[in-house]
T-cell receptor, first 112, second 110 residues
Framework: DTGVSQNPRHKITKRGQNVTFRCDPI?????LYWYRQTLGQGPEFLTY????????KSRLLSDRFSAERPKGSFSTLEIQRTEQGDSAMYLC??????????FGSGTRLTVV | QKEVEQNSGPLSVPEGAIASLNCTYS??????FFWYRQYSGKSPELIMF????GDKEDGRFTAQLNKASQYVSLLIRDSQPSDSATYLC??????????FGTGTRLQVFP
């Protein structure tokens, strides 16, 4: 098992463009989470899936953000019409039913 | 009041000393508690988790939980310069999501 994989590692985009990130979780984990982290802060919850079902979405998440996990395996996070405030590290994690998360290496988004 | 609170630090300890990191949480229904280590520019990595009141030891690390006081701590014995990182406390309530604190930066000097 190679752990949680995220692509791309870095993304620079112009304000107003759409971006999509991909996460491949650990294969035997049925729970998948997306977090966002900015400098000096802890990871902030965005959304999570159990299998293909999106069970919770943060109230802080605007309608510009959408996440999918179509077959209960990999997941994508899309940000439409990016803003400079979206610049952050986007972290994906997966977990079994009991225990802690395993995080991927993250995707660092810079909106210019 | 933040859901999970940590002193941002930095906490500076000499090599070989015990580092004590503390965390408080607001939700009395919280069920499990996690400590993550995060090196600068890297993603968090799980150190250990604890569910029950008392102490749980794993190598040089000991997690302590006091649900009545809504307090969880992490002790690092024989601290090494390689332990210098930010330590994140996270709490899980009735759902699967973890709520993280802002982290405490630990510096271990030789």
């Amino acid at each position: 098992d190679t752990g949680v994989s995220q692509n791309p590692r870095h993304k620079i985009t112009k304000r107003g463009q759409n971006v999509t990130f991909r996460c491949d979780p650990i294969s035997e984990h049925n729970r998948l989470y997306w977090y966002r982290q900015t400098l000096g802060q802890g990871p902030e919850f965005l959304t999570y899936f159990q299998n293909e079902a999106q069970l919770e979405k943060s109230r802080l998440l605007s309608d510009r953000f959408s996440a999918e996990r179509p077959k209960g395996s990999f997941s994508t996070l899309e940000i439409q019409r990016t803003e400079q405030g979206d610049s952050a590290m986007y972290l994906c994690a997966s977990s079994p039913a009991i225990g802690g998360y395993t995080f991927g290496s993250g995707t660092r988004l810079t909106v210019v | 009041q933040k859901e999970v609170e940590q002193n941002s630090g930095p906490l500076s300890v000499p090599e070989g000393a015990i580092a004590s990191l503390n965390c408080t949480y607001s939700d009395r229904g919280s069920q499990s508690f996690f400590w993550y280590r995060q090196y600068s520019g890297k993603s968090p990595e799980l150190i250990m988790f604890i569910y029950s009141n008392g102490d749980k030891e794993d190598g040089r690390f000991t997690a302590q939980l006091n649900k009545a006081s809504q307090y969880v701590s992490l002790l690092i014995r024989d601290s090494q310069p390689s332990d210098s990182a930010t330590y994140l406390c996270a709490v899980r309530g009735n759902t699967d999501k973890l709520i993280f604190g802002t982290g405490t930066r630990l510096q271990v000097f030789p």
